[in-house]
């Protein structure tokens, strides 16, 4: 038992509570479908604002580029242009390949100790590969999403879902049916790699004594996400006609509550919404942030130009020159050495 | 550096992004279809199961028809309240439900969804033949 990650786990069991009763129970279609939904976003866009202004308004006091090559030097020594970049083409080249492809995740390693003696570092790609999957999933589900947010439905939407269902899986027996409606390998892929995160941290021990409740929260929350999700789509089936009348009427600013919605759907509703009221006031942040990471984006020039804090407050100067100028007869009176005598 | 305005543009780009859905629709409310009843259809009153039933769950019904027809050779279902129909897309479905476009196609296009019923299956058998005969 640990305290943080049960702490995290009976957090969102209570969302689904609340919202399942909210919308089950108590008939609370009208808030869980409308209001905290643009509450939600209202939050959302204020909260990403701040935190980013907030960003832009800190100091860069040094020049603190990491790098992993060569630097910019003499010319017959070969510079690594992407990981030690001195111009802004090859710092946007660094910074396109870390925020699509994650490089200095790949980068990570894991060290053992053989026969009590040696130490040896071996390429650990998992997190790599699970954080790639992870993210890239997230974003092919997020603009699936768009056949409820649209009408007419784009053509790349419709594309990404035939590349998604590509692989039309099917199984039918007497116990069970799948294949109809067709399987969408991004929701899958996004619930196995998420779960490859949490139980990484539960059982990588010096990963878990790292690990805080607001790192597992949001393991939690997107889990909740993507079962619901899951569960609607496979599992439970839902009236997916009224479900997309209620996002268009959000979509469009007319919003409707139509007849016969699942539960489920206001439970899975309301998670995206707690996530996006968490992003902004959490971790999550790294979204907008990863954009502002001085080690990252700051050319890697610092022995060619000096770095200047563009907040340095303008400090009053008096050098002993204008000192001197100010007291030279009274110091000559006073028998005091000067540098200039008149 | 001082990057306030890059990261202000940057903003403006991810809401621009971002709300993507409101200036595509551009405010206009888009209802969800009503459905086209033949007159049979009418007539008949109840699909093979209840409309709350048929309206999530007939995909699944679909594809168990087939693979009982094509695997097992069972032709016949038996609904819940003991009645009897032909396991038959062609037949017993657009039997009554003959205007794809007004039925089938209308919440498959709100929703974005694609069968592949009409890879084999042509929409109006009966139409079709009679033309040919």
Known sequence: MNVKYMFSLMAVVFLFLFSYLGAEVAGLKVLFGIIIPYVAIL???????????????????????????????????KQNRIDNPSTKTGVIIRMLLEILCFRSLFRNTKMKIHQGQKI???????????????????LVVLVRHLRFFTEPIPGFVKFLEFMDGFFKIEF????????????????????????FLLVR???????????????????????????????MRYVSKVDIVGIKELTMGL??????????????????????????????????????????????????????????NPWNYPVKTHTYEEYEDEFREKMIDAGLPVDKKE | MNDKSKIIAGLVIFFII??????????????????????????AKECVRSKEYMTKNHMQLLDVWRDKVVRHDTRVYVNTEGKEFKMSLSNTCLDCHSNKAEFCDKCHDYASVQPYCWDCHIDNPKEKNDGKQ
């Open chain 1, 120 to 138: 040896s570092y071996k390429l650990e790609i998992w997190l790599w590969v699970s954080a790639l999957a992870f993210h890239w999933a997230f």
């Open chain 1, 43 to 77: 939050i959302f866009v204020a909260g990403f604002v701040s935190r980013m202004m907030d960003w832009a308004a800190s100091a860069v006091p040094f020049a603190i580029p990491t790098t992993c090559g060569q630097q910019s030097s003499l010319p017959w020594i």
């Open chain 1, 172 to 195: 039918v027996d007497s116990f069970m049916q799948i294949g109809l409606p067709g399987i969408f390998m991004s929701g899958l892929v996004l619930l196995a790699a998420v779960s």
């Open chain 1, 201 to 231: 941290r539960i059982m990588v021990p010096q990963v878990k004594y790292i690990s805080l409740a607001a790192d597992f929260f949001p393991l939690f929350l997107i889990i909740g996400i993507t079962v619901s999700g899951i569960y």
């Open chain 1, 251 to 308: 979509a469009t600013l007319h919003p409707t509550i139509p007849e016969g919605i699942s539960s489920v759907f206001f439970v899975h509703l309301f998670f995206v919404c707690s996530l996006l009221v968490y992003i902004p006031f959490s971790k999550l942040m790294h979204m907008g942030g990863i954009f502002l990471s001085p080690t990252r984006n700051m050319l890697a020039n610092t022995r060619a130009f000096r770095h200047v």
């Open chain 2, 18 to 43: 971002f709300a993507f859905p409101i200036w595509y629709n551009m405010f206009k409310s888009k209802p969800a279809p009503e459905l086209t009843l033949t007159e049979k259809a009418k007539a």
